[in-house]
């Protein structure tokens, strides 16, 4: 008589026909049998055993692999699993919410938009939207080549087009695991016992808590979605990936946590070390993360007024900005900032955000000598009652970028609190900063608007981020 199915070695969905596995580093392969079943794994020439434990999982760690022709992955229990089309190269793990970002099947095919010839070199999971209140253990899905545009369908674009980029750059496989759901804030994104560091979340994550369920306005607007749960998708999405070797991760997110930027501050740095802990890679996994753009670019698809934090309330965007800014106090890891996009079509075309991002990570990781990042304010002097403001990454020099009477971004705020537009002047690799009616400044802030206008950057022509400044007596 056959094996019944139950206990029939298993993998996770993660580990299918055309999958990639991270290079240079240890790779785990995890699955189910039978308890006490002794688990044979092999990965071209490289071999690993184990036995299941009482609960039926298994996991070995197969040593560190480079780029070769197609492998085959075998798992032998009481079944033989077969695993075809195994590529080794860099794998990244782009997360985060969608609103801003386009999928595959809402663009038109185009060079500029999405390239028109598929690079099977590249390939694609995308992790089904799923909540859960407990960590799930599994997902549906496979990995899909990057010309199967079809089933490709719900891939963010960023997430497609920074593969195609990275790969024409690498020459090596490369994997994207797109885990992506719209509408979601930032705590349904980090495990239960890591939120539970925070007081403010500990009476919704008792387990005899129970939330209102999803419900309708007068107005037709949701006051309650499954999603904005804390930790649920953490639960559904990311848990069931813990273990599957990364190069990086890449994180788009803040929508739906506009009007909470004082405790994105801790979240935003707690979900960071919370991922890292969860895979234990060495070293840290590098985390790159997105600031968010201008409000403009977001009017068309996106309402703040519909989350009760923001109703009625200004600098929602700017004070998100500079929260999410705070996650560059962890170390290995990189903001890209997108203040200078105007057009939705930037953050999601092959040459707008995915490039950027793309050369973020060339630069940071693969030893790229190309700029990737634009000014970022390191400290000031006191000038009389002009302010001399000091950058980094703008080695060859600022540049501002004015149309005719356009005003510089920069203010200044006086001791009573009034705000004055201020003159900025390149000195050298410096910016001074001046309002003739402005004495003793308190106060110098660059393109703090919600609808930010990047009028600095560096002679590569990538933004400075927004930053604010509190003057010394």
Known sequence: MGQPVAAAVKLPAIFSEHMVLQQDQPIKIWGTAKPAEKIQVSLGSEHASCVANKNGNWHVIIEEARPSAALELKVQGENLVVIKDVQV???????????????????????????????????YFVVPKRVSANPAGTLAGSW??????????????????????????????????????????????????????????????????????????????????????????????????????????????????????????????????????????????????????SSQIASVTFDPNSLPACVGASDLWVGLRDAQASGLAVGSTAMIVTNDYSQHHSLNSIDGLPNRVSQAILTKLFESTKAAFGPIYESYDSQGSAIKVHFSNCKNGLALRLKHGQPTGFEMIDTKGRTFAAEAKIVDHDLLVSNTQVLNPIEVRYDWKDAAKATLFNTENLPAAPFRISIRP
């Open 89 to 123: 190269g860099e794998v990244f793990l782009c997360a985060g919410q969608t609103e801003l970002l386009d999928t595959l099947k809402s663009l038109a095919v185009s060079d500029k938009v999405v390239p028109a010839a598929a690079n099977n070199k590249v390939r």
């Open 144 to 293: 899909k080549l990057a010309g199967d545009k079809a089933a490709l369908a719900d891939c963010s674009a960023l997430g497609y087009n920074l593969g195609s980029n990275l790969q024409t750059n690498l020459k090596v496989p490369v994997g994207i695991i797109d885990c992506s759901y719209h509408e979601t804030p930032i705590a349904s994104w980090i495990s239960k016992d890591r939120l539970n560091q925070m007081s403010v979340f500990r009476p919704v994550l008792e387990p005899g808590y129970k939330e209102p369920e999803t419900t309708v306005s007068a107005d037709g607007k949701h006051t309650f979605k499954a999603n904005t749960k804390p930790c649920v998708v953490y639960n559904g999405m990311v848990a069931p990936l813990v273990g599957y070797s990364l190069k990086a991760i890449i994180w788009f997110q803040g929508l739906h946590d506009l009007g909470q930027a004082t405790s994105y501050r801790k979240l935003l740095p707690m979900m960071i070390r919370d991922w890292r802990a969860r895979w234990a890679q060495e070293p840290d996994i590098p985390f790159f993360f997105v600031q968010l753009p």
